[in-house]
């Protein structure tokens, strides 16, 4: 779970770096627009994931065993417990802890979205008059929305306010026509799927301000869109159609004040298509409408193309960055390889067995199939009867950092794989007589620096 922090970090920090350079280019009126907004969220979401669809998963950590966890001297006390085993374990549990908050704001936004429906259930089916063009959706009028709006994943459908009544044929239309637009475009579905990023990621700035931008963004293009959907329609001028559109736009806007629904706000404003936006945002929108500027799409598409290869180079170095984040946060407390230990052979002694031959482990004798731990955190090298001598049999070796190795020798079994990363006590096989022995038992090396070292000298530091 070790790659899963490296990977929310990195995510994480990348996403604050965006989060500024993005605050100061709005501060300088450059924005994303809806197609960058998009380009940045599918990318930035498929390089939060590939840590885990490119990382091997035996590097995932696996459970400590609760009877295996054993050392020279049992440490049963909590005091006992090293800062760095401690502080290890709160980073193993903070990818389920995020999770879980994760869940429950998700949880959230569709009790709000079932509750937003419930409301609207009572809305009245309504019909256009014969001067105005068929929609091709459902649209529904309800006294419990404060302006029009288009709610459904699915099958999304346009909402109008009660007060709909009260505007002209062609006011109504020139509504009628937005909400198509915004269907159109595909926005409630878009528009949900930045709602449940900003749920899921909530510890990531960037995808509140993304969120943000998008709802912005997707009202600024659909009202271009319109204006040019109605002049074409009706053969006004632009700017004709624009001065039309801005006031009843604005005549929209002044029914709003005081007619929202308390119970309705919270979802309408997250992830419903409604006009619930700032003064600022307002302000924005009319000078847009009625001062349009031509639109810089390639500009906004490089932009965020240049975020996105920040994000995916990101990717790309964070697997030496996880490797070198495990390696930091090994813990410097050492295990027994084995629950009981029976010295046969020390370090650096001979017997006539070696010809003679200086020792350069330790031998430990245990029946075939006597679990083996691995001595230290670490990451496994070498797990086969290939990469050594055949005198040495079924061989693991591990990497703890530190300039520390172990390798276990004439193994029965081998339980783990190389990449897999295993905590001090991890089985990583069974005691065995595979290679050149006398009977079974454990060979086990401890290498620091390259130079071979007395394993008893190392586990009894503890």
């Keep these: 779970m070790t790659n899963g922090v490296v990977a929310i970090t990195c995510f994480t920090l990348f996403g604050c770096l965006l989060y500024a350079v993005l605050c100061l280019l709005t501060r300088c009126n450059a924005r994303l627009g809806t197609r960058g907004c998009q380009l940045l969220l599918l990318v930035s979401l498929t390089t939060f994931a590939l840590p885990f669809i490119m990382f091997d998963t035996r590097h995932e950590l696996p459970q400590l065993p609760e009877a295996h966890a054993l050392s020279l001297k049992p440490t049963t006390n909590l005091a006992d417990i090293t800062p760095a085993q401690l502080s290890y374990t709160l980073l193993d549990a903070l990818p389920w802890l995020l999770a879980l908050i994760a869940a429950l704001r998700v949880i959230k936004l569709l009790r709000e979205m079932r509750r937003f429906d419930a409301a609207l259930a009572e809305a009245l089916r309504w019909h256009p008059t014969s001067r105005q063009k068929e929609v091709e959706v459902n649209v529904y009028v309800s006294d419990k929305i404060p302006s029009a709006l288009v709610f459904g994943v699915l099958k999304p459908k346009i909402y109008l306010p009660a007060y709909i009544t009260q505007l002209s044929s062609a006011q109504q239309q020139i509504l009628l026509c937005h909400e198509q637009t915004h269907i159109a475009h595909g926005d409630s579905r878009w528009l949900m799927a930045f709602a449940l990023a900003k749920s899921c990621f909530w510890f990531n700035p960037l995808y509140a301000l993304l969120w943000r931008e998008y709802r912005e963004a997707m009202e600024l293009r659909c009202d271009a869109n319109t204006v040019k959907q109605l002049a074409v329609m009706t053969g006004k001028s632009m700017r004709e159609q624009a001065t039309e559109y801005a006031q009843t736009l604005l005549q929209c806007f002044k029914f709003n004040q005081n007619k929202s629904s308390p119970s309705l706000q919270a979802y309408a404003h997250t992830c419903a298509i409604a006009a619930q936006q700032s003064a600022s945002i307002h302000a924005r929108r009319f000078r847009a409408i009625l001062t349009p500027t031509s639109p810089k799409p390639t500009r906004r598409f490089a932009m965020a193309a240049g975020f996105a290869g920040m994000l995916v180079s990101a990717a790309a170095v964070s697997q030496p960055v996880t490797d070198w984040a495990i390696l930091a946060l090994s813990a410097k407390h050492w295990q027994a390889p084995l629950e009981r230990l029976s010295l046969s052979s020390g370090f650096a002694t001979t017997s006539p067995f070696r010809e003679g031959r200086r020792h350069s482990g330790a031998d430990f004798v245990a029946p075939t199939g006597t679990p083996v731990y691995a001595v230290r955190f670490g990451k496994v ?79 009894t530091r503890n």
């Design 381 to 459: 090298l070498i797990a086969d009867d290939s990469s050594y001598p055949a005198n040495y049999g079924k061989v693991v070796v591990i990497e703890h950092g530190d300039g520390y190795r172990s390798l276990y020798a004439h193994l029965d079994e081998i339980n783990v794989s190389p990449g897999t990363y295993l905590q001090a006590g991890q089985i990583l096989g069974t005691v065995g007589a595979t290679g050149r022995v006398t009977g079974p038992h454990l060979h086990l090396e401890v290498h620091h620096n390259n130079l071979k070292v007395d394993p008893l000298t190392i586990l």
